[in-house]
């Protein structure tokens, strides 16, 4: 089945199985391996990706499905401001011990702070409900968060500001 879709920016035109998820085409036919696949049941957040902007688990979400979408990943992220001080915060408060969860965690932890739901502990736990992580226990997840949440005010990063910069071709 052909489908279209714009991935990170670039149009791309493939022929699928119509039962392939989004995150087996992500990752073995367009390369995009930060999408990480963990338990393919939409219960760990690990392939949390952008549908339209939205949140979306790609494990859940057919390849055919997201014909006529915009499809952001975590490589389609990273000249975007919040994801950079994101990444500096999960460096700087330790948000990450083996990885795995790392790229959902991002992806959500951006969504949070672009819909102003990072303000305390409690909301980003709230907000983090959908993404597992089995190393860390959250703390420093969360501080990680709430530092760039705090930094994206201080800096006045608004989600207006939250588009990924274009890059040319």
Same mark, same amino acid.
């Given at each position: ?10 149009? $791309?035109?493939? /022929? =699928?199985? @119509? !039962? ?8 073995? !036919? ?10 393919? #049941? ?7 990706? *952008?549908?339209?902007?939205? @949140? ?5 979400? *057919? ?7 915009? =499809? =952001?990943?975590?490589?389609? *992220?990273?000249? /975007? ?5 994101? !990444?500096?915060?999960? #460096?700087?408060?330790?948000? *990450? ?5 790392? @790229?959902?965690?991002? =992806? ?11 303000? %305390? +502990?409690? /909301?980003?736990? /709230? ?20 530092? +760039?949440?705090?930094?994206?005010? !201080? ?8 588009? @990924? %910069?274009? $890059?040319?071709?």
């Amino acid at each position: 089945m052909k489908t279209r879709m714009k991935v990170n920016g670039k149009f $791309v035109n493939a /022929e =699928v199985e @119509p !039962r392939t998820a989004l995150g087996d085409f992500l990752r073995d !036919r367009l390369n995009l391996t930060a999408t990480h696949l963990g338990c393919e #049941h939409g219960i760990c957040g690990a392939c949390t990706v *952008l549908i339209n902007g939205e @949140p979306a688990r790609a494990c859940l979400t *057919l390849a055919v499905a997201c014909e006529g979408h915009e =499809v =952001v990943t975590l490589e389609g *992220l990273l000249n /975007e401001q919040t994801m950079e001080v994101l !990444r500096q915060a999960f #460096h700087r408060h330790h948000g *990450l011990q083996c990885g795995f969860c790392t @790229p959902g965690m991002l =992806v959500s932890a951006r969504d949070l702070i672009r819909r102003g739901k990072a303000g %305390s +502990a409690q /909301e980003i736990r /709230e907000g983090l409900a959908g993404n597992i992580c089995r190393c860390t226990g959250y703390t420093d997840i969360v501080k990680s968060i709430q530092s +760039a949440a705090d930094e994206c005010a !201080r800096l006045g990063i608004t989600s207006a500001s939250c588009e @990924p %910069s274009k $890059v040319p071709a």
